[in-house]
């Protein structure tokens, strides 16, 4: 038997150059057969074809044209964050520049859990971590779009700055977050949130022991301050939320800051969608408050066009970040650590992990701020156009103008189980991605728009192809 050849070596990149072209070929033939957004005829007929081109999953004798036909079959039948028309979730059509640095991490595959896995990628991390974090939490001026970074509290050292973590998404940081404020302020401290909060916060509550958690109503979407006066006395944490998933609405961050300075209470913010603003001179005041939280979830695989995945927990001081300090011999050994090799368990609560830091940093490097914010400033206004052209159909209703960049509309006096079955046509028949959503009691028809190549042409179309799958 030959030896398959390896990615990495003397020999990868000429082992790697005819897959990659078959990979490139194949995503060009998948999508072309898909021909639109979605693939149609619902799970059946995808399923079906998976079947078909996998076959044997384990047969006794290899199939050298197996990634082929695999790729191929991925491709056709996938849901392409890069068509204008798939527009229903917080799903991103990654960069070129992010992908490629993805495939060196393949290639290279180091190991987060020890410095001798991963030398440069780990002091990469640590550079781009803190970076991030420090974007995060400078401060901006109410009512301004020029904001400066957060020095340490009054009589703090260096050892207070903020740092960061890369997680997986905004449910392990958001779990993350918890845990550091468990840590904090002992086994009894109490979540509180609204009933807009992501679902990981109440999930990680129970998943980390603590009491159940006090939803908070948010009948206008967002958090009202006033409705924590009621909440219980002792520890607290208090969530509040920059972007929600259903309406991209942000929590009024100032005051919740400020109720959480009176009462002393532990502030996270949940700013997976949001967290993206910061980069935007545009947009970034909309994020005023988000300096003083004590942890802050960001996910760059949302407004920051990464390959999933690519999450943060930003910390305010990051001594926080010791309780998650872990011991194993075979990894961080107290003599190495003392002879200053760096210890990296205490980076995550995940032991193997990839490099995800890579794709962020070639990212940041290559566009920049105003490269980034650019795309945000861009998604943003196509959100905008988008609800003006709602706003003025006639046969349709809308819910809000948009905070981030999610509209939510409706076919004008159509019930709800119409709506849904406008929806579920367009996701069979392959040519349209929607999401929904619940607000004011109604079903709502949903576009989250996070592809920066989308014309007004085809918000025009999206709203012109949901009109003729509308009953009339």
């Not at 191929?72 to 520049?97: I, N, Q």
Request: aromatic share 2%; hydrophobic share 40%; with cysteine.
């Amino acid at each position: 038997m030959n030896m398959p050849p390896l990615a990495s070596g003397p020999e990868g990149p000429s082992s790697l150059r005819p897959l990659l072209d078959t990979v490139l070929e194949e995503l060009g033939e998948g999508a072309r057969a898909r021909g639109g957004p979605l693939p149609a005829g619902g799970p059946g007929a995808v399923a079906s074809r998976v079947r078909d081109a996998v076959g044997d999953v384990l047969p006794d004798e290899g199939d050298p044209d197996a990634l082929r036909r695999l790729v191929r079959a991925l491709a056709e039948g996938a849901a392409d964050p890069a068509d204008p028309l798939c527009a229903a979730h917080l799903h991103c059509p990654p960069l070129a520049v992010a992908a490629a640095a993805d495939l060196a991490v393949s290639v290279l595959n180091p190991s987060m859990d020890s410095w001798d896995q991963a030398p440069a990628a780990s002091e990469l991390e640590a550079q781009v971590t803190r970076a991030l974090a420090n974007e995060v939490y400078a401060e901006t001026p109410r009512g301004a779009g020029a904001y400066r970074h957060a020095a340490p509290p009054r009589g703090a050292t260096s050892s207070h700055r903020p740092d960061a973590l890369i997680t997986t998404g905004g449910t392990e940081s958001n779990q993350l977050a918890l845990l550091l404020a468990r840590e904090a302020l002992g086994p009894g401290v109490r979540l509180v949130c609204g009933e807009n909060a992501h679902h990981s916060l109440p999930s990680a509550a129970w998943l980390l022991g603590m009491p159940a958690p006090v939803i908070v109503p948010t009948p206008d979407g967002t958090l009202d301050p006033a409705a924590l006066d009621t909440t219980l006395h002792g520890p607290l944490v208090i969530a509040a939320t920059a972007g929600t998933t259903d309406a991209g609405l942000i929590d009024p961050l100032p005051e919740i800051a400020d109720w959480c300075a009176q009462r002393g209470a532990r502030l996270h913010i949940d700013a997976a969608y949001g967290g993206g603003l910061v980069f935007s001179s545009r947009h970034r005041d909309r994020l005023t408050g988000i300096d003083t939280a004590d942890t802050v979830t960001l996910d760059l695989h949302k407004l920051g066009w990464q390959p999933v995945a690519a999450g943060l927990l930003a910390v305010r001081d990051k001594n926080d970040l010791t309780a998650l300090h872990q011991h194993a011999d075979y990894l961080n050994a107290d003599d190495d650590t003392e002879a200053g090799l760096p210890d990296l368990l205490g980076r995550s609560l995940r032991t193997t992990r990839r490099p995800d830091i890579l794709k962020i940093a070639a990212t940041l490097k290559t566009l920049g701020r105003t490269g980034l914010g650019a795309l945000v400033d861009q998604v943003c206004e196509r959100a905008r156009e988008f609800a003006q052209l709602v706003h003025d159909h006639p046969g349709f209703e809308l819910h809000a103008p948009p905070t981030i960049s999610t509209v939510l509309f409706r076919p004008a006096s159509a019930t709800d189980d119409a709506v849904a079955a406008v929806r579920r046509k367009l996701l069979t028949d392959g040519r349209a991605v929607l999401g929904r959503a619940r607000a004011a009691n109604r079903l709502w028809l949903k576009v989250t728009l996070l592809n920066p190549t989308t014309q007004p042409a085809d918000l025009a179309g999206l709203l012109q192809l949901v009109e003729g799958t509308t009953p009339r």
